[in-house]
């Protein structure tokens, strides 16, 4: 029997803030959501983003938007720059659209995906109709990603003054780099249970379960972590850490059943040095 074609209507508003949930922040955005979008389904991507970590929300949202059906509008807000000349912005990237700060945000997206449009948000018509200094958040963002999903702007254009997307802003954070059998690179993140991920893509290492050796060095805290493991369940007992593929396509360090982090001693942006044999 052939199984039904199911087709969602409903658009999807994807939120990420650096807000947490103690406060009522969030709560609020989604009632200026549902204020103007009342049939929008609203997902949560994370509240949870350290606090003005501009870098760990970029990464953050570089995993999670793929897994999103087109046309997905993401609000995303954390936005140390709130008040400041930092511009407001939407952009039409791949099959979807963002919403948000101007301020790197959006840098591993825009390194991805095709920009097909970006704006300044100047029109006051998609904005409440006052404009707090410091939650723009409410007042630009959550009201701008309601009407775009809404297909209230009849053309993306609509919500301001367009821009050149060459001059979005954009991470300075430097990509892994090999030479030779070295490759240079940071920590990028580092997940609620402690795992360790670096900007070392998978793609970039496919000996990395096969080679005789494997070592990955933190030379400013004198670290090395040698053991490989494919599941987490294989780990190696006794708070060890070792070397997995993540989820999210890169090289990590986790310890069974542990928090690398803390084992280790590792903060985000941590240098790494990853050797093979030569």
Known sequence: MTQPTIIYTRPVIALMT??????????VMKGVIAGIAPDAH????????????????????????RYFTKNT???????????????????????WFFVGPDNGLFSYVLAEQPVQAAVLLTNSTYHLPNISSTFHGRDIFAPVGAYLARGQAETFHELGTPIDPITLQL??????????????????????FGNLVTSIPLSMVPELFTTSQV???F???GVVVEQRRRFFADGPAGGQAFIYSDSS??????????????????????????????
Not at 42 to 65: C, E, F, K, R
């Open 18 to 27: 650096d807000f947490g949930l103690g406060d009522g922040y969030v709560g």
């Open 73 to 95: 509008v993401y609000v995303c807000v954390v936005d140390p720059g709130v008040g400041s000349t930092r511009r407001a912005i939407a952009v039409h990237a791949g099959d």
């Open 219 to 221: 030379p400013r805290e």
């Open 171 to 192: 991470l300075e954070a430097s990509l892994a780099t090999r030479r030779g059998p070295t490759i240079d690179a940071h920590i990028v993140h580092i997940d609620n």
């Open 249 to 278: 396509g890169y090289v990590g360090i986790a310890v069974r059943n542990g928090n690398a982090a803390k084992t280790l001693g590792i903060g985000y942006g941590a240098s790494v040095t990853y050797v093979t044999p030569a």
């Open 215 to 217: 070592r990955i060095i």
């Open 42 to 65: 609203i997902i949560d991507i994370t509240h949870a983003v350290p606090p003005q970590n501009v870098p760990s929300g970029a990464w953050i949202l570089a995993t999670a938007y």
